[in-house]
């Protein structure tokens, strides 16, 4: 039973330029939240995916997005990057039913240059 | 204030010890409450949920005061394999926003 996958696992960027991150929900989850984990600081919630919808956001601005595919499995896009997007990004994934229990991927660590 | 207040740490304490973490919400509506564990570059992992009649998982044990708004984590007989962040976390009532603590560093020493 495959748990959540994200890719890539690193990379880095320069100012300015976009990014787009990916995430594959575990078998039988429907549901998708993605965070951003600052060093030294707990994950902040950006927002949550279920039915090809975002049914919630955070504190973020715009040029954070996203999007659910069929498959249940998620994209997150950063624009027009800058230095303090610097942070490692996790997607969990849960049951629509069940969004109490999360399951978390790997993440990915994105260095903004 | 933030959301989700805990004592940053760092504890150290010998293997053996008994060690609390306390962690307090601002929101009164929060309704659901838990703690993960996250070791040094790895993903937050569900530790164990809290109930309002506190909770025990072999040598944790987890209440809840909502009078007080606050939670904790009391962890017996540390082992090595302990050490790591210890995360908060809160959600609201009728919503789907999860809402993490900075977390608190535990290194448990030989």
Redesign the interface.
């Known amino acids: 039973d495959a748990g959540v996958t994200q890719s890539p696992t690193h990379l880095i960027k320069t100012r300015g330029q976009q990014v787009t991150l990916r995430c594959s929900p575990k078998s039988g989850h429907d549901t998708v939240?993605w965070?951003q984990q600052a060093l030294?600081?707990?994950?902040?919630?950006i927002f949550?995916y279920?039915e090809e919808e975002e049914?919630?956001r955070?504190n973020f601005p715009d040029r954070f997005s996203g999007h659910q595919f069929p498959n249940y499995s998620s994209e997150l896009n950063v624009n027009a990057l800058l230095l303090g997007d610097s942070a490692l990004y996790?997607c969990a994934s849960s049951s629509g039913r069940l969004?109490?229990?999360?399951?978390?991927?790997?993440?990915t660590r994105l260095t903004v240059l | 204030r933030k959301e989700v207040e805990q004592d940053p740490g760092p504890f150290n304490v010998p293997e053996g010890a008994t060690v609390a973490f306390n962690c307090t919400y601002s929101n009164s509506a929060s309704q659901s409450f838990f703690w993960y564990r996250q070791d040094c570059r790895k993903e937050p992992k569900l530790l164990m949920s809290v109930y309002s009649s506190g909770n025990e998982d072999g040598r944790f044990t987890a209440q809840l005061n909502r009078a007080s708004q606050y939670i904790s984590l009391l962890i017996r007989d540390s082992k090595l394999s302990d050490s790591a962040t210890y995360l908060c976390v809160v959600k609201n009532t009728g919503g789907f926003k999860t809402i993490f603590g900075a977390g608190t560093r535990l290194f448990v020493k030989a």
């Open positions: 939240s965070y030294g600081q707990g994950p902040q919630f949550q279920y049914r919630q955070g996790l969004t109490d229990t999360q399951y978390f991927g790997p993440g």
